[in-house]
């Protein structure tokens, strides 16, 4: 089941995104500029040469200023309108972005529910794959209690329908799967030679089937891996929810799991916390670079600076979330997405941050978000 981790990550994954986007729409910009401010190869005028150089540095100047404070002002008319039209691209551009990268984050995770019915309905697939080999009898495997359940189960079929999860486009992929991977697959062979498994074999060799053949270190996987860039993430949830199906089994069906418990909550929770990390006004940003030596916070490694954001921003727009969860939060994922330093180094900042902000009246928590906050 979905994790508010695992949407951290996902968060974390689209404002690294964003601000790669940003870095090459300032460059479309400072793009713009040196055009607009180049010679004319096709006017019949004699072109001034270096007064338009002298014009294309004060220009890109004048908006790598202007981006840093919006009340910079220019005498130079030509300079003025140059970087106005320069900006309001850059803006139209990192806007689009933001919008097209905030929506992704829910449709990537929304695209896990698919997932999850696809390897269910690959087992199904595999198993009447099995049914029509003549020279193996793979009765048990055919007939196999959980793969009847699946084949019956309405939610199953109408879920199928709605995200085309089904295998029926890909048959190529099952027969050679099932020739090249489960064939030769020695706790298959035992399993269909049993006579009569009973519930727990059967429930033993499904289990293998899921963790082993399909998410193990099989050609299986890496159709999967090459699909899905997130797929070392996304698998682990995958895998969870396909262990919970199987367990579910009782009275001859499964219940099939919800990827969230309440995805409206979860939905607010990435549209908020991806917005107003982006929104990060610049007393916050005074405040990192205060706590970092005064470095300035574009010269953070950019994974640490995302970091150090989404934590800010989820301490100030989530009253209810503890500050020590928040900061354990974050630690963690900086043990794996960033530098063996970077641990130590982001927990003290965000120790002495969050002190900082508490002490000025800045950080306002409620309910839960009360407790452990020493």
């Not at 992929?173 to 059967?202: C, H, M």
Request: aromatic share 8%; net charge positive.
């Amino acid at each position: 089941m979905l994790n508010r981790r695992t949407i951290r990550i996902k968060i974390m994954q689209s404002l690294f995104a964003y601000q790669q986007c940003k870095e090459a729409n300032l460059q479309l910009a400072h793009d713009f500029i040196e055009q607009r401010f180049s010679p004319d190869l096709n006017s019949m005028e004699v072109q001034d040469k270096e007064l338009l150089r002298t014009k294309k540095k004060s220009a890109l100047q004048f908006f790598d200023k202007k981006i840093k404070d919006a009340k910079a002002s220019t005498e130079d008319d030509d300079l003025a309108k140059a970087v106005e039209e320069a900006l309001a691209l850059y803006h139209q551009a990192i806007k689009k972005d933001q919008h097209f990268l905030g929506k992704n984050i829910v449709l990537e995770i929304e695209k896990l529910g698919g997932l999850y019915h696809g390897i269910i309905n690959l087992m199904v697939a595999l198993a009447d794959q099995a049914a029509t080999d003549k020279k193996a009898n793979a009765k048990n495997f055919a007939q196999h209690l959980w793969i009847k359940s699946w084949r019956e189960n309405e939610e199953l079929k109408k879920a199928t329908l709605r995200e085309n999860s089904g295998w029926e486009t890909r048959q190529d992929k099952i027969r050679g799967w099932y020739r090249d991977v489960l064939k030769e697959d020695e706790t298959y062979q035992k399993f269909i030679a049993e006579k009569n498994p009973d519930e727990e074999s059967q429930k033993t060799f499904i289990k293998h089937l899921s963790r082993k053949i399909i998410l193990g270190a099989t050609i299986i996987n890496d159709y999967f891996d090459e699909q899905n860039i997130r797929w070392a993430e996304d698998k682990e949830i995958i895998k969870s929810m396909v262990d919970k199906t199987i367990k579910s089994f009782a009275d001859g069906k499964t219940t099939l799991q919800k990827l969230s418990l309440n995805w409206d909550d979860d939905r607010e929770f990435i549209k908020t916390l991806f917005n107003e990390t982006i929104a990060l006004g610049s007393p916050y940003r005074e405040l990192i670079a205060k706590n970092t030596r005064n470095w300035e916070v574009d010269r953070l490694a950019l994974t640490d600076r995302v970091i150090i954001e989404m934590a800010l921003a989820e301490m100030i727009h989530f009253p209810s979330i503890p500050v020590k969860v928040t900061i354990n939060e974050y630690i963690e994922l900086t043990k794996e997405y960033s530098t063996p330093k970077s641990r130590q180094f982001i927990n003290g900042i965000l120790d002495v941050i969050s002190k900082s902000m508490k002490e000025s009246g800045t950080l306002k928590k409620s309910g839960r978000g009360l407790l452990d906050n020493k």
